[in-house]
């Protein structure tokens, strides 16, 4: 499925009603309250509609044979480590194939020094996995991080289920530390003492405490809607987006007005409105906010915003090579940009385009929606694969044309605009 898409003819105010539930809270309910006595099937009221939150629902009441989990990273990091600490699973879990070229061997190399058995059914460091689920006894474990916080809530999240609890030796540092805040604080909320002590995550054995589960608008997706009011300098109200304690990609409404988004909160709603008062540039370590740096990236090219992001190098590994795809959609609007090992920025560099952009996402979500707001700029741009949105904000369409896009098939010829 491919669109074309046009802009709103008016100046842009609108209401988005359908922003999706955190992915990243909804993935963590799953797992806790598999592993909690007693516990009752997660509402669907409380999980987001998107493939990533589907697989993983499915998956955790799965004990034996071949569990696929598509494209979802999440659900494959998770998984692993609640299969190897469950006694009655014995399962191959296995994915997209980008997917299982996605490194897990951190995650595998742990969860081996507590006495898991997993196996590699493939390539050595890659799934597919064959896990023979056991109780794990805990203790220490030194864990390679780097690449995901995922790695580390994985782990944490199975602690109180071994007899010793389990503390994490991350070796000097704590990657996506939002992320890791976000588990050890529900983890908090249902019983259990866990905390950091410098650069070692502590987690205690203990019983899972039932509690209704969290639900939060994502504040991941609505970083699109950001990038949408900063280039249409309109009005948008993102309904049920509350601050949040949970979710580190909240820094958004902080730091909007850097590139010209003011967030004003009436009751449960967040009110974005435009401002013309940006930053003269902005640099920013993006470890701990990954997920916003497609939209972030974009919408600063847009606005006339340079910018560097450092601590970006995970990124080469997620559901794209996000900096490669990210440099070579904003080239196809005339953006020259600059990667580096572990960076990615734009000086302001920009070349003539010839012809009418088509964005291919490299079947990424986020950079699908990041791509949105650019029609604002470019009226009639392309954005092929339109679909992957699915994997985590399946109404982001619908949302644009209630907004007031029009999205039209991009074989059909573009309308012409009469002389007046």
């Known amino acids: 499925m491919d669109y074309r898409i046009f802009p709103p003819e008016e100046i842009l105010e609108a209401t988005v009603s359908r922003l999706p539930l955190s992915k990243s809270v909804a993935a963590r309910v799953l797992i806790l309250n598999a592993l909690t006595p007693g516990a009752s099937d997660v509402s669907p ?12 629902r499915a998956a955790v009441n799965v004990r034996r044979g071949t569990v696929h989990v598509a494209h979802s990273g999440t659900a494959m990091r998770f998984l692993t480590a609640f299969y190897a600490s469950s006694e009655s699973c014995d399962v191959v879990i296995t994915g997209s194939d980008r997917l299982c070229e996605r490194p897990v061997a951190p995650l595998v190399d742990a969860l081996r020094s507590l006495g898991a058995d997993i196996t590699y059914e493939s390539r050595e460091g ?8 056991r109780r794990l006894t805990g ?4 864990l390679d991080a780097r ?8 782990l944490c999240m199975v602690a109180p289920s071994m007899e010793q609890g389990l503390s994490i030796d991350l070796g000097g540092q704590i990657p996506s530390l939002p992320y890791l805040k976000m588990t050890l604080a529900m983890l908090q909320n249902r019983g259990i003492d866990a905390h950091t002590q410098g650069y070692t995550v502590v987690v205690p054995h203990g019983t899972l405490d039932r509690v209704e589960p969290e639900a939060e608008r994502d504040w991941s997706s609505a970083a699109f809607w950001y990038a949408i009011d900063a280039a249409s300098a309109g009005w948008i109200t993102l309904r049920g987006l509350t601050a949040s304690q949970l979710q580190g990609d909240a820094i958004l409404a902080e730091i909007g007005p850097r590139f010209g988004v003011l967030t004003d909160y009436e009751g449960d709603d967040a009110c974005l409105s435009a401002t013309p008062d940006i930053f003269s540039r902005m640099d920013m370590d993006m470890a701990d906010y990954p997920d916003l740096v497609p939209a972030l990236a974009v919408v600063s090219c847009l606005v006339g915003l340079p910018f560097t992001f450092t601590g970006v190098s995970n990124l080469h590994l997620k559901e794209s090579d996000r900096l490669k ?3 070579e959609n904003l080239l196809r609007l005339g953006i020259v940009t600059e990667t580096g090992p572990d960076s990615f920025g ?9 012809q009418m952009p088509e964005i291919d996402p490299h079947g990424d979500h986020r950079i699908a929606m990041a791509f949105a707001a650019a029609a604002l700029f470019i009226p009639g741009l392309v954005i092929r694969e339109a679909d992957v949105v699915c994997k985590s904000y399946p109404g982001f369409w619908d949302d644009l044309r209630d907004a007031g896009f029009t999205l039209a098939d991009p074989s059909e010829p573009m309308p012409q605009v009469s002389a007046e």
């Open 346 to 354: 734009w000086e302001g560099e920009r070349i003539p385009i010839t």
């Open 139 to 142: 203790g220490h474990v030194r």
């Open 147 to 154: 690449w995901s916080s995922q790695f580390v809530s994985a």
């Open 325 to 327: 795809a990210l440099a």
């Open 126 to 133: 890659f799934a597919p996995l064959h896990i023979r689920g």
């Open 45 to 56: 009221d409380v999980l987001p509609v998107c493939t990533d939150i589907d697989v993983l």
